[in-house]
């Protein structure tokens, strides 16, 4: 494996995908990741069937570059086996409840007795050491309503929008990839290992920081967010074009930004003349009319030649896309946004995790693996179990 994590070994007991997406990213990091399954695999596999899909391409994302190996953890047998396979990382991650975790005798104190170098990173909805620390939660329970921030996207009297698959579980599985790579940082200059813990309600409540800090500070009561008519600044908002398509002008400095915009719409009197308009507190003051005067001008021409005006003229802007357009976009494909790998069929390309390395490049591993399909491989190499062993595990149960 490439990459900055080359030769660090990490095993991974994650369902579902928060826990899942950190041991994916640190995979793609070149670690080498082994995922412990029970017996009926870790359920984001039945995802696919869920939507009435062949293919499973969310799990694909955050599970590739993995072994799999599937143990009945109701055995003692394959408890042992877990941990040999821990005694033997540098790394163990898991999203699986506190509670779930102690009754296999699976906590940091546990684990690190026999290995004190080891890296346990705990991935949990609320926090390891809260009252609900074992409440059942995803991400659209812990993160999106929990932490405030569905709330913070509904406007007054409007009902609460639906939340896109993964988007708190990603952002908590890249947080818990960065503080497993500061623990083994650590590691290297002092020799000890750690405990770390990422919850999905506090990347929520980081994400919503501003709105969070400002309550914090100020005490000030909930406001909902504003309608486009009524922002704050109505030079940061979005706008349609002539076809009807979104775009978002992004002149957060308006005062510096209004003489540029100015220019750019030909200086149209009605604007560049009226003591409504001529700073911040009066753009705010009288933002619908500035906005519905805006619309009407900006739906004269269509972006294609916007989009120059407004670049010759310093004026910020960004079309506003859907995912069929973002895998089109030329420039996100430039940021190395996918990546292609080899798949079942032949080179497949991949949503790429969000981090270069430009001293040591990464390049993804294998495909999502199979349920337990390297069960047998694993207990052969990394465990030197003979085949008499595997077959007396099979018949306790403790493998399938």
Known sequence: MAGPLAGIKVVEMGVWVAGPSCAAILAD???EVIKIEPPEGDPFRGLGALLGASINPPFELDNRGKRSIALNLAVEDAR????????AADVFVSNMRPGALERLGMTYEKLSDTNPGLIYCNVTGYGPETPEANRAAYDVGAFWARAGVVMGLTPEGGSPPLQRGGM???MTGA????AISAALFNRERTGRGQRVAVSLTRI?????GWDTNTQLR?????????DRFHAPNPLINPFQDKDGHWFYLLMLQGDRHWPDFLRALGNPPELADDERFRDIPNRFA????LVGILDRMLATKPLAEWGPVFDSNDVWWAPIQNVTEVVQDPVVRAAGAFVTMDGPDGPVEQVNTPVDFYGTPTKPGEWAPELGQHTETILLED???DWDRIASLKELGAIP
């Open 29 to 31: 990091w070149g670690a």
């Open 204 to 208: 929520g409540v980081y994400m919503m």
């Open 168 to 170: 708190g579980d990603h």
């Open 80 to 87: 042992n086996i877990a941990g040999d396979l821990i005694d």
């Open 383 to 385: 465990l030197g179990y």
């Open 218 to 226: 100020t005490g000030m009561p909930y406001a909902p967010p504003a």
């Open 175 to 178: 947080n818990a990839a960065g």
């Open 286 to 289: 009288n933002a619908p009319l």
